[in-house]
């Protein structure tokens, strides 16, 4: 198993992870990664089959080092000849709308990183089943310990994908709109509308009406509303 592999402190850019477009909002700091990847929840994997490029949107994990998604076997994204998967995964939490005093500048503060690698097919069994409970966990922390763990069949029918973080960058937008200075006296409203992901008061299942223990984690409605999004905005 390789999830003990230990995570590095910094990532200095590649030709490829560099970020040209507004260099200023970059980010190489391997802890500012981690955090944006940590607090993200949808991921999108973008890779080429055939010539044709692909984008599809997936849960993931960040283990250490490694980012790792999953699908179905029979996922386009297994298709890649020769066993080699190129990918370019993102991860993008929005934290406000932008609204300046011309229309060029209006924007979004926002985090965002994005990671290019080749993916690697988990097929250790111990491995795949250590990231599937690390990917549970995402969702409420103890969360695999009270559900019914994947069987074979289903660990058959599950491809996990780990992909390093050794290019990885992450990009940030804060702060007021930035307008020219001949913009200043426009007569229209200028500044920032945060936006923010927060829980709702968790719905029932209807199929089940039995009592949940509280005392286990990931059991309790209340337990999961407030543990789902601790921190995340």
């Known amino acids: 198993m390789r999830l003990d592999t230990p995570a590095m402190t ?3 850019p590649t030709e490829r992870t560099r970020v040209r477009r507004l260099p200023q909002r970059a980010d190489y700091d391997r802890r500012t990664i981690e ?3 940590d607090r993200g929840f949808c991921a999108h994997v973008g890779f080429v089959v055939e010539g044709q490029p692909f984008v599809i949107p997936t849960t993931y994990v960040r283990v250490g080092d490694e980012l790792f998604v999953h699908g179905a076997v029979k996922s386009r994204i297994l298709s890649a000849p020769a066993g080699r998967w190129p ?3 993102t991860v993008t ?3 406000g709308l932008v609204l300046a005093r011309s229309a060029f500048h209006h924007s979004m503060n926002y985090r965002s990183v994005v990671v290019l690698g080749e993916g690697r097919l988990v097929t250790d069994p111990g491995e795949k089943r250590a990231v599937l409970e690390h990917l549970i966990d995402r969702f409420v922390p103890g969360r695999s310990g009270v559900v019914r763990s994947p069987n074979e069949r289903e660990l058959k029918a599950t491809s996990v994908l780990g992909i390093s973080l050794r290019e990885a960058s992450a990009k940030i ?3 007021p709109p930035l307008d020219d200075e001949e913009d200043m006296t426009v007569p229209c409203w200028a500044g920032v509308i ?4 927060s829980a709702g008061d968790a719905v029932r ?3 089940r009406n039995a009592a949940l223990d509280p005392a286990k984690p990931g059991s ?3 337990a999961i509303a407030e543990r789902l999004l601790d921190g995340v905005g």
Do not use: K
């Open 194 to 197: 945060p936006l923010s992901v």
């Open 205 to 207: 299942d209807p199929g």
């Open 173 to 175: 937008r804060t702060g």
């Open 93 to 95: 939490l929005v934290d």
């Open 10 to 12: 910094c990532s200095a």
């Open 220 to 222: 309790a409605a209340p």
């Open 87 to 89: 990918l370019c995964v």
């Open 35 to 37: 955090a944006i990847l």
